[in-house]
T-cell receptor, first 110, second 117 residues
Framework: EDKVVQSPLSLVVHEGDTVTLNCSYEVTNFRSLLWYKQEKKAPTFLFMLTSSGIEKKSGRLSSILDKKELFSILNITATQTGDSAIYLC??????????FGTGTSLTVIP | NAGVTQTPKFQVLKTGQSMTLQCAQD?????MSWYRQDPGMGLRLIHY???????DQGEVPNGYNVSRSTTEDFPLRLLSAAPSQTSVYFCASRTIRGLAGDSYEQYFGPGTRLTVT
């Protein structure tokens, strides 16, 4: 059965810490992996990854995919309180369908 | 641009009632979809559409109907609400650029929180 598993489920850190969020997957017909940030309401897009070993970066956030070991990580350096959110991982397995993980809830304490 | 809008924000239904959740986007996106988000389950795809007149089922379509008569609107209908349909519903849209340039980034609406008693 296809699945996307995120870990940890929740995380509490202090401002300035670096965090690593994990997403592992077992999905037939893998096409790409996407990361989203969900604050109070709607998820917003962070990255899309299709190739192993190529890091995507946006400011303090970065992500990389390992298609051999079937996982991706999302790193956040020098965390700020505004990084507090649920981070969702989604795997595209057909042209238009995605499996989402349950998310990692990150809380950054001042 | 308003982006993706959803109405209502909150709704309480009794078992057996029907209702329609509205979704509209003003970005001329071809692709629109509906998800439900439940604690411990992540987002699950209900139905999606790649253009006006074309709809298809996602992972959890039972109990829901959709139609796409215009590019802008993609309503989700619950024909006979059940407590198991208590959830937060998100509508999303994206453009379809073609394989080479498509980021598959979806734009999500603010969600509708539905409670069925």
């Amino acid at each position: 059965e296809d699945k996307v598993v995120q870990s940890p489920l929740s995380l509490v850190v202090h401002e300035g810490d670096t965090v690593t969020l994990n997403c592992s997957y077992e999905v037939t017909n893998f096409r790409s992996l996407l990361w989203y940030k969900q604050e109070k309401k709607a998820p917003t897009f962070l990255f899309m990854l299709t190739s192993s070993g190529i890091e995507k970066k946006s400011g303090r956030l970065s992500s990389i995919l390992d298609k051999k070991e079937l996982f991706s990580i999302l790193n956040i350096t020098a965390t700020q309180t505004g990084d507090s959110a649920i981070y969702l991982c989604a795997v595209r397995y057909t042209g238009n369908q995605f499996y989402f993980g349950t998310g990692t809830s990150l809380t950054v304490i001042p | 641009n308003a982006g993706v809008t959803q109405t209502p924000k909150f709704q309480v239904l009794k078992t057996g009632q029907s209702m329609t959740l509205q979704c509209a986007q003003d970005m001329n996106h071809e692709y629109m979809s509906w998800y439900r988000q439940d604690p411990g389950m992540g987002l699950r795809l209900i139905h999606y559409s790649v253009g006006a007149g074309i709809t298809d089922q996602g992972e959890v379509p039972n109990g829901y109907n959709v139609s796409r008569s215009t590019t802008e609107d993609f309503p989700l209908r619950l024909l006979s609400a059940a407590p198991s349909q208590t959830s937060v519903y998100f509508c999303a849209s994206r453009t379809i650029r073609g394989l080479a340039g498509d980021s598959y980034e979806q734009y999500f609406g603010p969600g509708t929180r539905l409670t069925v008693t």
